[in-house]
């Protein structure tokens, strides 16, 4: 029994390990990007000049709509519970991105129509609420959400603080308005743990961690929005 743990737990840091070298190249890659993309502004400005035009009426998945009140979030659906207790959106989970503030019909949110920018995942532990569209889009890069309500215990909130600092690709913060003191969110998955030693911990983040569920599998997780 002992063996067969100790490689879980070196195969499951080797897996963070991995992730972290792969955060690192894209981050590498991200600047080299951002560099040449601004040297071929440059050059076009001065040969001939740049025209902006701006296009009314086009339609499409990734067109932000204009800032304004609160937008439905573009799911339907209802929630499915397992035997382990997760629960899955059996039904759509839009993906466009708006620049207003959305309403979800779940809480904490699990996926719909949500900001251009991520929040940042990589590890990010939050200590006052955080936007709900920008950690929806964080969810869409497959991260997992833990969120906790003033009714969760210190030592809990800590423990699983801790656990997040650790992993990339997850992210934590305060959420009042949710049914259980502790709950932890995925694209289109969501659980309510009793503890941070509840078993459902260690397998919902093994499970949904860059899953099989992510939108958008090894986008990033830094250069978004910042506390």
């Given at each position: 029994m002992g063996s067969g743990k100790n490689s879980s737990t070196a195969a499951r840091k080797a897996r963070i390990e991995e992730m972290r070298r792969a955060e690192r190249v894209r981050e590498r890659?991200?600047?080299?990007?951002?560099?040449?993309?601004?040297?071929?502004?440059?050059?076009?400005?001065?040969?001939?000049?740049?025209?902006?035009?701006?296009?009314?009426?086009?339609?499409?998945?990734?067109?932000?709509?204009?800032?304004?009140?609160?937008?439905?979030?573009?799911?339907?659906?209802?929630?499915?519970?397992?035997?382990?207790g997760v629960k899955t959106w059996a039904g759509k989970l839009s993906r466009t991105h708006v620049t207003t503030k959305v309403s979800y019909p779940m809480h904490p949110p699990v996926g719909g129509n949500h900001n251009p920018v991520w929040l940042n995942c990589n590890?990010?532990?939050?200590?006052?609420?955080?936007?709900?569209?920008?950690?929806?889009?964080?969810?869409?890069?497959?991260?997992?959400?833990?969120?906790?309500?003033?009714?969760?215990?210190?030592?809990?909130?800590?423990?699983?603080?801790?656990?997040?600092?650790?992993?990339?690709?997850?992210?934590?913060?305060?959420?009042?308005?949710?049914?259980?003191?502790?709950?932890?969110s995925a694209w289109g998955h969501q659980v309510a743990v009793k503890s941070a030693k509840d078993p459902e911990v260690d397998k919902f983040f093994a499970t949904y961690v860059q899953g099989r569920q992510t939108p958008e599998p090894g986008a990033s997780c830094t250069g978004g929005v910042m506390k």
């Open positions: 890659r991200n600047r080299v990007l951002t560099i040449t993309a601004s040297a071929v502004v440059v050059v076009g400005l001065v040969v001939g000049g740049v025209v902006l035009v701006k296009t009314q009426g086009d339609s499409g998945k990734d067109q932000a709509t204009p800032s304004g009140d609160a937008k439905g979030s573009g799911d339907s659906g209802k929630f499915t519970t397992g035997a382990d590890g990010d532990v939050y200590t006052k609420a955080v936007p709900e569209e920008n950690a929806v889009h964080s969810l869409e890069h497959g991260a997992v959400w833990v969120t906790y309500t003033d009714k969760a215990a210190k030592a809990d909130v800590d423990a699983l603080a801790a656990k997040v600092k650790k992993t990339p690709y997850s992210l934590m913060s305060p959420y009042e308005n949710q049914d259980a003191p502790l709950i932890l």
